[in-house]
């Protein structure tokens, strides 16, 4: 299989000259439908950084109807995405950019963007900001509803001055386990807003300014969707960690309706966002999640190789060539040091699978001009010839390369810029 494979991907390919990064649609398409079963009808928000190519976004949005809205990772990407029709934008993360906020603040069209919060010195920051886009600057007071609606005036105002059109806002909830009463921390250090009364608190506050509309709530579980339950050769780890998801998520399902009611408490939300590729089918249980994110599982890098609960193919990969054969079971490859983020441990390198039988150099690993492979299968290849590889994350691949070539079959059906080939650097 793996051969024929190789075999394929090769044919399809061999107009190009490596480096090159490809993906091939069939694996996609199969990761996509296997996502919309484990969401269970739930919507899923496609998370943009995990993907990085606007023509592959718009493709998967439109090609079911279980597919709504981006997940952005910054603010400008998301005006970016906008300029080119996309709407339904949740910025997943807080922005300080100043000129971006301004850029939002003048859109006759907002397209739906929303940005995060879970820090009032974010509120100050964003009201600094889009004071200098003509609305006359940040007001406090006044009358206001669901957080100051369109069309609601400022008492003290001019009658026929309309009230600036608000900034949507989504509130983030920490969604890590804190075991043993608190001295235990498990989780991604994001949100400060643990409890159900530190969310409402802060939702009252958004609430109490005209210029923002609160609309949505996010909590991402990292302790589940973003650690594999069975690492390789460590069974015993396994067991301990699936252990934790488990409790983990019986206490944020808990936790995360409470969220829910103190805040609708406050204002309406139009959207709860939860989950990830690795937890969809856990989230998608809780009654007070709307909605799920995800997006690496597209791609299906090989971090997810340590998850027991799905297995996502391998879709995206690039090839390298080899440019040297200094010895016996050696290939030399050019480039290839295409490392994750994350903590610096082998699980962030690029992995060689095709041809079959490939490693690499412990003591050079995956190199920033060549990447020496170690393996009898060496012995086969030639210079000119391809190895292909796996990122260990999705969308950071595409930080490498300008162009993914699509594949079907055995040819490349169409070749679409990635962010980078669109000159766009978010991060």
């Known amino acids: 299989m793996d051969g024929d494979r190789l075999d394929r991907l090769n044919r399809a390919t061999e107009h190009l000259d490596a480096p090159f990064a490809a993906v091939d649609l069939a694996a996609y398409d199969a990761n996509a439908g296997d996502l919309l079963r484990r969401a269970g009808g739930r919507p899923i928000r496609l998370a943009s950084k995990s993907i990085r190519c606007r023509a592959l976004l718009e493709r998967t949005l439109a090609s079911d109807p279980g597919f709504q809205g981006t997940l952005a990772f910054t603010l400008s990407e998301a005006l970016w995405l906008a300029d080119h029709g996309l709407r339904d934008l949740v910025v997943a993360y807080p922005t300080t950019d100043r000129e971006a906020l301004r850029r939002l603040a003048a859109r006759e069209d907002d397209a739906g963007i929303a940005l995060m919060v879970d820090d009032v010195a974010q509120l100050d920051l964003i009201e600094r900001a889009v004071a200098d886009a003509g609305d006359g600057g940040p007001t406090r007071g006044g009358t206001s509803t669901a957080g100051g609606a369109p069309g609601v005036r400022r008492r003290g105002r001019r009658a026929e001055e309309a009230e600036p059109r608000p900034i949507r806002l989504c509130i983030e909830a920490d969604a890590g386990w804190w075991p043993l009463g608190g001295r235990v921390r498990l989780g991604v250090r994001r949100s400060p807003l643990h409890t159900p009364a530190q969310v409402a608190a802060f939702a009252r506050a958004i609430v109490a300014r005209p210029r923002f509309r609160l609309v949505g709530l996010m909590a991402y579980e990292a302790q589940i969707a973003g650690v594999g339950d069975r690492p390789p050769g460590n069974p015993a780890m396994g067991l301990a960690l699936r252990a934790m998801q488990r409790a983990s998520a019986r206490e944020l399902a808990e936790r995360r309706a409470a969220i829910v009611a103190a805040v609708e408490a406050v204002a309406p939300l139009e959207l709860v966002n939860g989950g990830g590729t690795g937890s969809l089918e856990l ?145």
């Open 283 to 427: 989230t998608a249980a809780e009654p007070a999640v709307t909605e799920l994110a995800a997006g690496s599982g597209l791609y299906g890098p090989t971090l997810f190789d340590a998850y027991s609960r799905f297995t996502p193919l391998p879709a995206a990969l690039f090839a390298l060539p080899v440019v040297r054969r200094p010895g016996r079971n050696v290939a030399t490859a050019l480039g290839g040091g295409y490392v994750a983020s994350g903590p610096a441990e082998r699980s962030r390198l690029p992995r060689p699978v095709l041809p079959t039988g490939l490693r690499l150099d412990g003591r050079e690993g995956a190199g920033e001009v060549q990447t020496p492979l170690i393996g009898r299968a060496a012995d086969g290849l030639r210079i000119g010839d391809r190895v292909w590889f796996r990122h260990a994350k999705a969308g950071e691949l595409c930080e490498r390369f300008e162009t993914l070539h699509l594949i079907e079959g055995d040819r490349v059906v169409e070749s679409v810029p990635t962010y980078r080939g669109e000159g766009q650097c978010f991060l």
